[in-house]
């Protein structure tokens, strides 16, 4: 019986496991971390939108976290509280980081005001993997910008703890990469990126 | 400067989505979610790491979320309540569903012993691409293998709420695949899940 059943020990300890590499090597690229962070309308979603579709013209697995899929799924019982931001987050990063074992590049955009909370993500990845993106627009911009009217609602106080109104936004001090939507345009944004992803290689092969 | 900066509404709008069948049709093949439950000791984590080898083995984009990733991560913050079991498989199925959507085969091996629990997820995800697997061994054989000595903990109450002992399983009512792993071998069940999956053509081509 015992050669004929699922036994987990003996099976497992001897299981052919599927390393990083192996994925990466079939992929033809490395697993990253891709971290937009910035304010509300700074363009963190066009941003990793552009990015995704030259990623995936360009025959590479990768895939978007954002406010859409996190907030009414995985996050959906969290609010914007300080401590409820840092669970966002903390889930966003563990998210990410599979994501990132499976040897994907995982763009993740989500304004994560808070230093400490895109820290703890850095710490719990592989070095290198973890590739922070400081989308960087002036407050009155992004203000002046509004696409969706929250800027204005936050003004009247219809939105509590609004980032850069009446919430904070710690800016990276040490980003690996500092791209600015008020003088850069969408291009050169993932341009810089992708310089970026190559010079590391993250991305290799023919571009 | 409207022509040159990152502009979110107009960008976001007219930008080229990545469809789930632009992923699908990519990667050689459909997105799916297997999930195996089943009793501690039952061979879940072996059915899925071997399944995962054929997959991978296959040109399959594939992965695994099981107690290992997930409890020292994600879920690093719930214990085994009966809420805290809920709210951890809650999480899982929700990261599934993001790897689903990637057009992944992601395979889940937890012992989500709630029915209701596992048809949240079965719930969240479009169907056909929620495949559940009862990973099926009564419990005296569990006890009897108990690689990791928790069955024996658990009688002398050294681990509290532990399914089949001082917790409930609740078996699939209508499970997609039922193996039986005290009477079928690894390579028969996985070969079980591998029909199932081709006959659903969630696998297609050379196999």
Partial sequence: MTKTTVQKKSNT??????????????????GAIVWLTGLSAAGKSTIAQALEQK???????????????????LCSDLGFSPEDRAE???????????????GAIIIVAFISPYRADRDHVRKIVSAG????????????????RDPKGLY???RKGEIPE????????????????????????LEQCVE????????QKILTGQW
């Fill in 192 to 199: 810089i990126i992708l310089a970026y992803l190559k010079d």
């Fill in 129 to 144: 993997r973890f590739i922070e993106v400081f989308v960087d627009c002036p407050l009155k911009k992004c203000e002046a």
């Fill in 162 to 185: 609004f980032t850069g109104i009446s919430a904070p936004y710690e800016q990276p001090l040490h980003p690996e990469i500092h791209v600015k939507t008020d003088t850069q345009n």
């Fill in 55 to 73: 990623l995936f013209d360009n025959n590479t697995q990768t895939y978007i976290l954002d406010g859409d899929k996190i907030r009414k799924g």
């Fill in 152 to 154: 204005a609602k936050a």
């Fill in 13 to 30: 300890s001897s299981a052919p496991k599927i390393l990083l590499q192996d994925r990466e090597l079939r992929n033809g690229h490395k």
């Fill in 88 to 102: 966002n987050i903390r889930r966003i990063g563990e998210v990410a980081k599979l994501f990132q074992e499976t």
